[in-house]
């Protein structure tokens, strides 16, 4: 069954420093979105992307966030100087039609 | 501005009995509405979900109901089973507009006890 796979699982850097967090989406979905939930909260909507732009961002995706779909198989979060409130689970989802499929998530971890 | 309300954060429940978890939205654009299950250290995972020309939908043990006018929804297990313990997500969206993020309540913890 087609899923959306997340590299890596976990990634530990240290405030300040740029990560790059990476998403192979389903290969025949259109729009491609970013969540995170920090621990004990909710899972919050950060941006959505669709025909190689952003179509949708929230407050929290300022200009320390960018995504990028560099070769039309992978969606890239760069995070470029993570503070430790961004220390968070990520998800990769992406969708054809109306339901969402994410993947397994990235925790991160800023220290 | 919580556009999707999940007001009970926990819910425990007896294998074999009902659960039956709520959530209420106030946005009256959304028009399409699911529910997620979510594992710890998992994504969340689609369950079933309802458009707004229906009131319910059933995929086996999953129904959905939705009640327009009172802006609300409901997930009904049924028998609930010790594997369904989770958090559940509800999450609307604007149908018509296809690549609208969804938006997620905070979610319930659901404990099913064998």
């Known amino acids: 069954e087609p899923e959306v796979t997340q590299t890596p699982s976990h990634q530990v850097t240290q405030m300040g420093q740029e990560v790059i967090l990476r998403c192979v989406p389903i290969s025949n979905h259109l729009y491609f979105y970013w969540y995170r939930q920090i621990l004990g909260q909710k899972v919050e909507f950060l941006v959505s992307?669709?025909?190689?732009?952003?179509?949708?961002k929230s407050e929290i995706f300022d200009d320390q966030f960018s995504v990028e779909r560099p070769d039309g198989s992978n969606f890239t979060l760069k995070i470029r100087s993570t503070k430790l409130e961004d220390s968070a689970m990520y998800f990769c989802?992406?969708?054809?039609?109306?339901?969402?499929?994410f993947g397994q998530g990235t925790r991160l971890t800023v220290v | 501005d919580q556009q999707v309300k999940q007001n009970s954060p926990s819910l425990s429940v007896q294998e074999g009995r009902i659960s039956i978890l709520n959530c209420d939205y106030t946005n009256s654009m959304f028009d399409y509405f699911l529910w997620y299950k979510k594992y710890p250290a998992e994504g969340p995972t689609f369950l079933i979900s309802?458009?707004?020309?229906?009131d319910k939908n059933e995929d086996g043990r999953f129904t959905v109901f939705l009640n327009k006018s009172a802006k609300h929804l409901s997930l009904h297990i049924v028998p609930s089973q010790p594997g369904d313990s989770a958090v559940y997500f509800c999450a609307a969206s604007p149908l018509n507009q296809a690549g609208t993020a969804l938006i997620f309540g905070k979610g319930t913890t659901l404990s099913v006890s064998s």
């Open positions: 992307f669709y025909n190689n732009e952003i179509s949708e």
């Open positions: 309802i458009s707004s020309i229906k």
């Open positions: 989802a992406s969708k054809v039609n109306t339901e969402a499929f």
